[in-house]
């Protein structure tokens, strides 16, 4: 690593974990207000206090970090401009890109921070932070969930689950199937009294199988060897047990693979209702690349802060800070009331102030 890299490295990393440091504290105080009393009340353990304020905080990563960095840039380029440092630097042959690397560099690194974190982290941590504030604290094991529904409109085929265990969805208890043709009308009935998912296949226990013909009128059993096994599979259930966890979960926790999915298992949606989920897909997409567009403008703001008005300066990084925002939430109003398309609403913020932080950066130049 060069030694001006590693210089403006940790010229840059110092008001970085200042700022993230202090947010994060701001956060967890306002929080801890309102949950002292439970904690004080049920005394639980210390990892699980730990957990449930990560868990709570989550979520909000998408808006600090990007904040963070923010004035991490603004404090950095301000202190070299008012030290000269960036002048010597331009004075010895190296250019703003060569100089403001690093700084782009940690931005694109926290930016795969909070994909990874909204995708992998924060949609089940973020649930479980809201079930123990609901538990005061005292986590209970999962219930046993009872006389679960799920219908595949896709494909004709309604579940009716007895029993099920959250920790253990790959085994259910008292299923009953139902086969619909194309045309609405029953065509079979299968009841077991219990399905494993195994190696990507539903095999039914003890099934029993219920014919019916165009009318709804049962018949008999057209395949009567099938009819004594005690054990089969069913290749065409296509169902997986994550699709019945998802029943009774909050559309905020979901991951974005879990709302791909269940886009393309629910496609008999309102229009308005698909461009809705399908905005919130491409909203959660674009949120990490806010890492990096925020610091691009951010470094002409420190540099005009250091060399015209501190005041200038930060005000134009915040007016922009701000004015992203302003336009992400604005083109959202939009898409979910059909006033505007779902991919140029869900990108529009971070395309326009993309480009407003290219001109800013290459004025500066």
């Known amino acids: ?133 609901e538990e005061r604290f005292k986590p209970k094991p999962d219930k046993i969930r009872e006389n679960v529904p799920y219908y595949n409109q896709q494909a004709g085929r309604v579940w009716r689950i007895n029993r099920m265990d959250p920790d253990n969805p790959r085994r259910l208890e008292g299923v009953r199937l139902s086969f619909d043709r194309p045309d ?60 019945f966890m998802l029943m009774n979960k909050a559309w905020e926790f979901y991951t974005i693979r879990d709302m791909i999915h269940y886009l393309k298992t629910h496609p008999s949606l309102e229009k308005n209702e698909i461009a809705s989920k399908t905005f919130d897909i491409h909203a959660r997409l674009a949120a990490p690349f806010s890492c990096l567009i925020i610091t691009l403008f951010a470094i002409p703001a420190g540099v005009a802060s250091g060399r015209q008005s501190v005041f200038k300066g930060v005000l134009l990084a915040v007016a922009l800070f701000f004015g992203f925002y302003i336009v992400a939430n604005g083109c959202m109003v939009l898409v979910k009331n059909g006033l505007m398309p779902v991919i140029p609403g869900a990108w529009c913020a971070n395309a326009v102030f993309f480009v407003a932080g290219l001109i800013l950066f290459y004025r500066q130049r």
């Open 1 to 133: 690593m060069r030694i001006l890299t590693r210089y403006v490295l940790g010229e840059f990393l110092v008001p970085l974990a200042y700022c993230l440091t202090g947010f994060l504290g701001i956060y967890v105080l306002f929080e801890l207000f309102d949950s002292f009393n439970r904690i004080m009340a049920t005394h639980p353990p210390f990892l699980l206090v730990v957990s449930f304020f990560a868990g709570y905080i989550s979520p909000y990563l998408e808006w600090l970090i990007p904040a963070s960095l923010l004035l991490g840039t603004l404090y950095t380029m301000w202190n070299f401009c008012r030290h000269s440092e960036i002048t010597a630097m331009r004075a010895s042959g190296i250019g703003l890109a060569v100089i403001v690397r690093p700084l782009l560099v940690v931005a694109g690194l926290m930016a795969v921070c909070v994909a990874c974190i909204n995708e992998f982290y924060a949609p089940w941590a973020s649930e479980k932070a809201r079930l123990l504030r």
């Open 184 to 243: 609405g009308s029953r065509r079979l009935d299968v009841t077991c009294r219990k399905a494993e998912y195994l190696d990507g296949l539903w095999w039914l226990f003890y099934p029993q199988y219920q014919y019916f013909d165009e009318l709804n009128n049962p018949v008999e059993n057209p395949v009567p060897r099938v009819a004594g096994l005690v054990i089969r599979a069913f290749p065409e259930l296509q169902e997986t047990p994550r699709d």
